[in-house]
């Protein structure tokens, strides 16, 4: 069975890439983040927009540099920062707090069929639906140009 | 000139006669059959296609649904080891080229499954995958084109890694990369090894807290030299020996250019430091005395911890300058290759004088000087390569 050993433990490993994925729904809570894109995509990665959260501004006393955070459903129905901390803490996602924004990579880049990016990008007002687990992760499932 | 034209010249001058060239003809044509070289660029090549193909699938591929999409890219995956187990048993094609494109559909479906689940490619996972699944190719197999694959993903997952490393990854890079080095005992996988740990020690010096200063490089190829105990075979030990001098000679060079070009050290430096790097230095002194005489040529950089105090970085420059003297002069009459003495020897030259050349000279007077610099440094090879050459006929 050597031959077929590696085949074998390669599926594995990606199969367990995708139930991670789906866990992340299974136990996680959906929130709709307001978006705006920020960076033309690239090409070599297949299509993308890049993508930041305008409301995902922390409060004072948190420097700048590693970020670590939790989501909130706001008053308008848009997800903002529930707790933040530099320090690490139980259920919350990395991200990086710079110029006056939280960026979390793992809600960067959207990837959409192709030649559908240049649309996202002039549209400007973007939300996107997520799902955060009880663990941090987080898993994008839906991009749309937003209408308030 | 190929050796056939060659031949064909030697026949017609009547140096050999046309027996002589059919003997030869007819040996280099065995050769040929007998080594069968797997072809790099083959390799490469494919792996480039196959890149190539994963990407622009997976660009238009929003509209099928995710599930069936990772599906298909391991059904390719499969085709692949199927064709690699069919080749094997009969014969044909390369089992090899199937498993590496195996690898890359592996490294394709993970792609894949990445991007259907819109998460962003920085992280170190995919690196990782490819690198411990090539690795394990290659002792499976042990042919040398799994770990050319592997250290592809080696090098990929040090410049992911870079900054952002941890102790625990940290940790798992220096446990990969000895038993890489270990287990492999083969020229090849142990050159590729040693660079892949020698980025992992670079690594390092990232994560300590509170270390700023700029001897790390020449911690890092020290630390490093243990690594020849791992080697089992004895000659290849001693073949294995030139590559710290190689690192260590570009370390060098860089050095005395990045110290002589900065006119603000602002680098945090310690006499600590600088003092310990010595005595590590003179312990490998000691080592390169017992086991590895040229391991002798990386005790003068156990002074640059000292000398890099020095603005001017006049003391650098001299201990360079003499080392690479006396390397070249050594290696002349020890009638050892001098190409890389020479290498080295006009690198050093051409440092110094941008260095100290590059500010004070008009810039016409500065290229001048340095062609004809450049072009007496051609002159000594052209005059010792002579000497060399007349001395053994």
């Known amino acids: 069975m050597k031959r077929y050993l590696f085949p074998l433990i390669q599926t594995l ?18 929130y709709r983040f307001r978006a705006e894109p920020y960076d033309p995509f690239n090409p070599v990665y297949g299509e993308f927009v890049m993508l930041q959260y305008p409301d995902l501004t922390p409060g004072a006393g948190v420097e700048e540099g590693t970020v670590y955070v939790t989501f909130k459903e706001g008053d308008d129905g848009y997800a903002v920062i529930d707790r933040i901390s530099n320090e690490r803490f139980l259920g919350s996602t990395k991200g990086d707090y710079y110029d006056k924004l939280v960026r979390v990579p793992q809600l960067e880049q959207y990837y959409v069929e192709q030649g559908t990016g240049k649309g996202y990008e002039d549209a400007k007002d973007l939300e996107v639906k997520a799902d955060v687990a009880p663990w941090g992760a987080i898993r994008p499932r839906h991009l749309d140009v937003r209408s308030e | 000139m190929s050796w056939q034209t060659k031949l064909k010249e030697w026949e017609d001058a009547g140096v050999i006669d046309a027996g002589t060239k059919a003997r030869v003809f007819e040996y280099e044509g065995k050769l040929k059959r007998e080594k069968k070289r797997f072809p790099l660029l083959v390799v490469i090549g494919l792996i480039f296609v196959a890149l190539a193909i994963m990407s622009f699938i997976a660009a238009n591929w929003q509209a099928i649904p995710a599930l069936v999409k990772i599906g298909l890219v391991l059904l390719l995956m499969w085709a692949f080891y199927v064709l690699a187990d069919v080749s094997e048993r009969r014969k044909i094609w390369s089992p090899v080229a199937f498993r590496i494109l195996g690898i890359i559909s592996f490294a394709g479906a993970i792609v894949v499954t990445v991007q259907t689940f819109h998460m962003s490619q920085q992280g170190t996972f995919l690196a990782w995958a490819v690198l411990l699944m090539a690795l394990g190719h290659y002792f499976l197999w042990r042919h040398e084109a799994y770990t050319i694959v592997a250290f592809i993903a080696g090098i990929n997952l040090l410049t992911t890694a870079g900054q952002s490393v941890t102790w625990l990854e940290w940790a798992l890079l220096l446990a990969v990369g000895l038993a890489w080095f270990y287990f492999s005992q083969k020229p090849l996988p142990q050159l590729f090894s040693w660079i892949f740990l020698f980025g992992s020690g670079v690594l390092l010096w990232s994560l300590v807290d509170g270390y700023d200063g700029v001897l790390w490089a020449i911690w890092t190829l020290f630390a490093l030299v243990p690594l020849l105990f791992l080697i089992k075979d004895e000659e290849a030990r001693k073949k294995f020996v030139p590559i710290y001098l190689f690192v260590g000679g570009a370390a060098s060079v860089v050095y005395l250019a990045v110290r002589g070009g900065t006119e603000d050290w602002t680098v945090d430096m310690s006499y600590y430091e600088s003092a310990a790097l010595l005595l590590v230095a003179l312990a490998i002194g000691y080592v390169g005395y017992r086991w590895f005489k040229p391991l002798l040529w990386l005790v003068p950089l156990g002074l640059f911890g000292f000398a890099l105090y020095d603005d001017t970085a006049i003391a ?45 000279l008009d810039m016409s007077l500065f290229f001048l000087i340095g062609a004809i610099i450049v072009f007496l440094l051609a002159g000594i090879a052209w005059w010792l390569r002579r000497r060399r050459e007349g001395a053994t006929t």
């Open chain 1, 13 to 30: 490993i990606v199969g367990l890439v995708v139930l991670a994925f789906f866990a992340i729904s299974w136990f996680g809570d959906s």
């Open chain 2, 316 to 360: 650098l420059a001299a201990i360079i300058e003499i080392v690479a003297f006396a390397f070249l002069i050594y290696s002349e009459r020890k009638d050892h290759s001098l190409v890389m003495p020479f290498v080295y020897f006009i690198a050093v030259q051409m440092a110094i004088y941008f260095v100290y050349a590059w500010d004070r």
